[in-house]
């Protein structure tokens, strides 16, 4: 008898990605993730990480070196996007500088920006 015949499953493209990191370790994730759970998206599609620090220079950092990963992998395409997501409040009054770097660099490196203000967990409660 011959081999039982197995077809390989072809892979379903996955459609533009969209890597989010973001500066909360709880609420920030949270709510990404069930938006993603919500649209049906697969993980692949919504990419959500929460960096190791909370100030949006580490945080463009992160978005550029996950991102630069991805291309390294080729799980990247022209079309994805890659966006840095922290409150704006704090950060602002805290250290000038660092937010001003954080805002050139994400700029030189086409990383998009989602700046809450005063808050994130206030912007979920109003919508």
């Known amino acids: 008898m011959g081999k039982p015949f197995k077809r390989n499953p072809l892979k379903k493209p996955v459609g533009n990605k969209i890597l989010i990191a973001c500066e909360g370790e709880n609420t920030e994730i949270i709510y990404f993730k069930a938006i993603r759970q919500k649209l049906r998206l697969p993980r692949?599609?919504?990419?959500?990480?929460?960096?190791?620090?909370?100030?949006?220079?580490?945080?463009?950092?992160?978005?550029?070196?996950?991102?630069?990963?991805?291309?390294?992998?080729?799980?990247?395409?022209?079309?994805?996007?890659?966006?840095?997501?922290?409150?704006?409040?704090?950060?602002?009054?805290n250290n000038y500088s660092r937010w001003c770097e954080a805002l050139l660099k994400a700029e030189r490196n086409k990383i998009n920006l989602a700046i809450s203000n005063p808050s994130i967990e206030f912007w979920f409660l109003i919508h």
């Open 44 to 93: 692949e599609q919504i990419i959500v990480i929460s960096p190791e620090g909370t100030d949006p220079l580490t945080i463009v950092n992160e978005a550029i070196a996950e991102r630069d990963e991805l291309k390294y992998n080729r799980a990247w395409e022209k079309d994805d996007s890659a966006w840095a997501v922290f409150d704006g409040d704090e950060h602002i009054d």
